[in-house]
Structure formats: structure tokens, C-alpha cells
């Protein structure tokens, strides 16, 4: 898959009073340069409506666009790819539903998860929550310490992701990781273009880049 840094997950749980497409706009011009749909609670209807348009508006950024959990709806929007959990269906299905061109992704909380995804050919994983997050209640923090362990074994790419903002932001870059991703950081702020642009300068800094 295309190199990136910066992954902005949609949470409208987060911005009352304006809009998906609006938020999600804001966080491409600050430079987020792949996005996923992630909306637990809607009928495919609808949720397939939301992918539709959010294709739309990844395509004008030329960002991958992602959809969590539904191979047949990240299909029906011409998404890239699906992004999994680790009670979703196994990667090899999801691979044939989705075929050999389209991304997918993996949550992992354990190194096994990473080790078990790279070998079932996951496209990149995700490596959280890395601190305690209301995104994701009930899921206890994996702390750096599971960055650091991803950081030194696992080869494909990975990002990590839970309760990341620019504040601790360089905590996460300094236990190794070079791709960041959050919801509440970015879709909670007022101004979520300048979250994203600095939260890329951060990862920027980190890779030497700057
Ligand atoms: N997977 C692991 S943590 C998380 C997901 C979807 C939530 C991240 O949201 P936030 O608001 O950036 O903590
Ligand atoms: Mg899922």
C-alpha cells in the first residue's frame, strides 16, 4: 500500500452540530492522507450513504479511503479497503470478498495479534490502544511498551492509535512508531486542520524529514 502518516478516523459522537463530510474535509486540508469510515451503530443504508460520500471527498485529497468492518460496503463505495477487528472475519476471507488489490487492515493489542497478522498478509495493522481512550471503552491501554515491541519485530506497516494527541504524540514517535492515527483528537477539535498539521510536523520531526 501507498506510504502515509497521518490516519484521521471519522466519530461524529465528537462534533455535534457539523457535519461528517465537513470535519473530514478540515482534517485532509491539515494533511491526513488516509481516512476510515467507522460508525458502529448505523443501518447499512445508511452507513453505505456515508461511505458513498466520503469516497467522493477522498478522491478530490487522492487519500485511501477505508471502511471498518464491512467488506461488502467498502466494496459497494469503491472504497480501498476494509479495516478489521480481531472478532471480525479472518484476513484470508476478508481477502477473497475484497481481492488482491484492496487494503486491509487489522487491529492488533498483542504482539501474537501483530506477529499472526503480518503472517496472514494483512496490508498494515493498527497498535492500541496505546493510552486509555473513550473512543474505545472497555479496552485496556497497551501502553509504548507494545509500540516498542512492534517497532523492533514487525515489518509491514503499522500505525498506532488510542488516546494519541499532540501532546503525547512524541512519547508514541519516540517508542518507534512513524505513522500516527486518531478520532477524538482531531474530529473533537474546533479546528481540526491545525491538529493534523501538527500532529504531521511531529511525525515529520520523528522521521528525520524536517
Ligand atoms: N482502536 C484502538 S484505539 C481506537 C480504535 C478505533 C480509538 C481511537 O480513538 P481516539 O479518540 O483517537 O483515542
Ligand atoms: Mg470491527
Not at 490516519?7 to 461528517?20: A, K, L, W
Not at 478522491?59 to 480501498?80: C, G, K, M, S
Not at 488482491?100 to 498478509?121: F, K, N, P, V, Y
Request: include cysteine; glycine fraction near 8%; charged fraction near 25%.
Amino acid at each position: 500500500m501507498r506510504e502515509f502518516s497521518l490516519y484521521v478516523i471519522t466519530g461524529e459522537q465528537y462534533h455535534p452540530g457539523r457535519s461528517m463530510l465537513e470535519v473530514m474535509e478540515a482534517a485532509l486540508a491539515g494533511g491526513a492522507d488516509i481516512v476510515q469510515l467507522r460508525e458502529k451503530n448505523l443501518p447499512a443504508s445508511e452507513l453505505l450513504e456515508k461511505a458513498r460520500a466520503l469516497r467522493e471527498l477522498t478522491r478530490r485529497y487522492n487519500v485511501p479511503f477505508i471502511v471498518n468492518d464491512h467488506p461488502d460496503i467498502a466494496l459497494a463505495a469503491e472504497a480501498d479497503g476494509v479495516h478489521l477487528g480481531q472478532e471480525d472475519m479472518p484476513i484470508a476471507e476478508a481477502r477473497e470478498r475484497m481481492g488482491a488489490d484492496r487494503i486491509i487492515g487489522i487491529s492488533t493489542h498483542a504482539i501474537e495479534e501483530a506477529r499472526a497478522a503480518e503472517r496472514d498478509g494483512a496490508d498494515y495493522i493498527g497498535v492500541g490502544p496505546v493510552f486509555p481512550t473513550g473512543t474505545k471503552p472497555g479496552r485496556q491501554a497497551v501502553t509504548t511498551s507494545y509500540v516498542r515491541q512492534v517497532a523492533d519485530e514487525i515489518r509491514i506497516p503499522w500505525v498506532a492509535i488510542g488516546g494519541i494527541t499532540p501532546d503525547n504524540a512524541d512519547q508514541v514517535l519516540a517508542a518507534g512508531a512513524s505513522r500516527l492515527c486518531a478520532v477524538s483528537a482531531v474530529v473533537g477539535s474546533s479546528d481540526p486542520a491545525s491538529v493534523c498539521r501538527r500532529l504531521k510536523e511531529q511525525i515529520a520531526a520523528a522521521r528525520g524529514e524536517l
